[in-house]
């Protein structure tokens, strides 16, 4: 008994055979990816992402990362220019949100939403984001997929921001009039330019994982109804477009 209990606290406590608890490992690799996208600002994010929180969480706390310092919320610490607040959410987090970074959370309570960033994007923990991925067999599994994926966040982020400046935009317009899966438009232009962001991210930073997103989108299957896939598919032709 003793030692079931040692292991559950080592592992954050195991629920559905991943940790649902953020871990010090954890915390590290969300600064990780978020300073990964801030290494990729002057090339994708010109105009600046300093104004949008990014918020981990568990399945009992967010951490909310802000370069805004008067939040009435508890402080926990500093990292770089962000002010870290940690709160309860009090909410149920399924396994689907464990594996997931996305740009807005049901069980974000009302009192920190007033409060927090119009802008905001929230990520699950590296550990159980990893475990349940690779139960899945998705190229998400490793450790750079984790952090690419901050910076595909960013994206949908950013575009929102000023999306009548973004000239890949308006280079991606033929190639999204052109898929004729029932995908919104909306979400499909909100994919594809995020994956675009994802894709010259990993490219530079993270190759290995580079090379996977690309072998994916040459995959010939569904899309889902958000368009993850074509959004992917047109990025990669964006991106070949822009080659020297």
């Known amino acids: ?61 967010l951490y909310i990362y802000s370069q805004n310092e008067g939040y009435p919320l508890p402080k926990y610490g500093r990292w770089k220019k962000y002010t870290i607040y940690r709160a309860p959410h009090g909410g149920l ?52 997929g984790y952090l690419a994926s901050i910076i595909h966040e960013y994206g949908h982020q950013y575009m929102e921001q000023e999306p009548e400046v973004l000239a890949i935009v308006h280079k991606m317009m033929p190639l999204v009039d052109a898929v004729t899966e029932a995908v919104s438009k909306d979400s499909l232009i909100s994919e594809t330019f995020a994956n675009w962001c994802e894709l010259q991210g990993a490219r530079r930073l993270f190759p290995k994982q580079y090379q996977r997103m690309l072998d994916t989108a040459e995959e010939d299957r569904k899309d889902d109804r958000y368009g993850h896939l074509n959004g992917l598919k047109i990025a990669v032709k964006l991106l070949d477009d822009d080659a020297p």
């Open 1 to 61: 008994m003793a030692g079931c209990l040692v292991m559950c606290l080592a592992q954050a406590c195991l629920a559905g055979g991943y940790p649902d608890r953020a871990t010090g490992a954890d915390r590290r690799a969300f600064q990780e990816g978020l300073a990964a996208a801030q290494k990729m600002q002057p090339e994708i994010f010109p105009d600046g992402i300093g104004h949008i929180d990014a918020l981990l969480y568990d399945a009992k706390d």
């Open 93 to 144: 987090v399924s396994e689907r949100y464990m594996a997931i970074c996305i740009g807005g959370i049901e069980f974000m309570p009302k009192e920190i939403q007033a409060v927090i960033a119009e802008q905001y994007f929230a990520c699950a923990p590296a550990g159980s984001f990893q475990s349940i991925q690779r139960q899945r067999g998705s190229i998400y599994q490793y450790r750079e």
